[in-house]
């Protein structure tokens, strides 16, 4: 079992950074597969990007490529979300995921463990 729990996300202005976090309590936190979807108001929730348990490797999304960064320290228990050029298209709440396969498409099916979410908002 893995709990998550998200935090930094905010309200920023189009070009800005934030950088969210996942804390996650759990003994096999560093065998999972970690990462981050979405769900913007109105729509599904949507992959966003992915880190193998050694960080070696990683997916995103083809618009966060770029522009995001997803990475984790082990020894914490913690995966980050460096997020930078902001566009208020980003604008949604981004899930904490754990326990997904390591593909560059997985579904929201896919994922055994979620957060309860943090809110990005973004103005033009």
């Known amino acids: 079992q893995v709990q998550l729990v998200e935090s930094g996300g905010g309200l920023v202005q189009a070009g800005d950074s934030l950088r969210l976090s996942c804390a996650a309590s759990?003994?096999?936190?560093?065998?999972?597969?970690m990462g981050w979807f979405r769900q913007a108001p109105g729509k599904g929730r949507e992959f966003v990007a992915a880190?193998?348990?050694?960080?070696?490797?990683?997916y995103y999304t083809d618009s966060a490529q770029g522009r995001f960064t997803i990475s984790r320290d082990n020894a914490k228990n913690t995966v980050y979300l460096q997020m930078n050029s902001l566009k208020p298209e980003d604008t949604a709440v981004y899930y904490c995921?754990?326990?997904?396969?390591?593909?560059?498409?997985?579904?929201?099916?896919?994922?055994?463990?979620w957060g309860q979410g943090t809110q990005v908002t973004v103005s033009s």
């Open positions: 880190i193998s348990w050694k960080g070696d490797i990683t």
């Open positions: 759990g003994r096999t936190f560093s065998t999972y597969t």
């Open positions: 995921v754990a326990d997904l396969p390591l593909i560059p498409t997985p579904l929201t099916r896919d994922v055994g463990y």
